[in-house]
Every structure is written in C-alpha cells, then in structure tokens.
C-alpha cells in the first residue's frame, strides 16, 4: 500500500498570502516606494485548509463497520494460521509477523471481502471554544480530538477502489496476503 504523506502541504501557501505577510510585504513595498500611499490587500487564503490533512471525520456507521472490519480480521487471522510455512516459525516470530503486517492484511481483507464505510465530517471546536477550554482536563482534550484526518481515509477509499477495479480472484488475494505477511 502507497504511503500518504498526512502534513499540509498549503502550509507554506497560506503563510504566504497571510493577513500579517501582506500587511509586512505591504509596508516594506511602501517604504522602498517612497510616500505612496498604502493599499492593503485582503488575504486571499482564510479558507480552511484545502488539502484535506487538517480536516477530520469519523465513521458515520461505526458498528456496523468495525463488525464487518471483525470479521475480515478472523478471517485474516485464520488464512495465517493455515500456511503451512507459517506454522513452522517459532512462536516469539509468528507474533513479530502478525503485529507488522495486520493493518495492510486488514486492509486487504476489507478489498476482498468488497467493505466499504462511509464518513461524515467530524466538526473543529472554535478558537475560542479552544481557549476557553483550555485549562480544563488536558487529557481528556487530547483523547477526543475528533476523528482521522481525511487524507488517511481517502487513501485507504482509493486503495479499496483500485483492487475492487482490478478484480483479483480469491487465490490472487492469498498470494497478496502471502507477500504481506512474510514481507520483511
């Protein structure tokens, strides 16, 4: 599976065209013109952030998701246990292959098993929710952030699309899974 990079990459882009990059760009631009006067410029990205790294959902069904996501992870889990090669590791490394590679074989059993789950976005408190809230229960704050970021979901949605388009048979998965399991 590809890597995403999740940081924002309209980072620099929006410090660029910043109210307070303006205003700066805006007053040196005056003083190397002499006493012309000023205009400034409204910043054009106040937007939120467009790349979607910033932006959270959460499942819309989360039971019958991770019901559906249950089940494939049994059923991925039994496929382990019954190549042959598998069986004859040690213990302390059959644990070390299955805690590396259970995300991607979760993945790939959901393409297999043709689950899909939709996603709602999840709302950001305010700036000033954030503030006022700030002092209180810092834990608490921090476990519920509110979601995964909606790059990370739309990597994994257009995995799913791209094996579900290519029609891979049930031995073409095993051999997937194969490659997954023992990749180093």
Known sequence: MAYF??????????????????????????AQLGNQPRTPRLALSMRACACGSKR???????????????????????????????RELPVDDQH?????SWAPLLVLGM??????FETSETQE???????LTSGQDKQDNQSNNGG????????IKMFLRKCWGLDISTKEY???KGAILFNP
């Open 5 to 30: 990079d999740s940081s924002c990459h309209c980072s620099s882009e929006r410090r660029q065209n910043s109210i307070l990059y303006s205003i700066l760009k805006n007053d040196s631009q005056s």
């Open 56 to 86: 959270k959902v959460s499942l819309r069904s989360p039971q019958t998701t991770c019901k559906a996501a249950s089940a494939v992870l049994v059923k991925t889990l039994k496929f382990v246990k019954n190549v042959p090669c598998f």
């Open 96 to 100: 070390t292959l299955v805690r590396s």
């Open 111 to 116: 393409a297999q098993d043709r689950i899909d």
């Open 125 to 131: 408190p305010s700036m000033l929710q954030r503030i």
């Open 148 to 155: 995964v970021a909606l790059t990370d979901v739309q990597g």
């Open 174 to 176: 095993a051999y997937l």
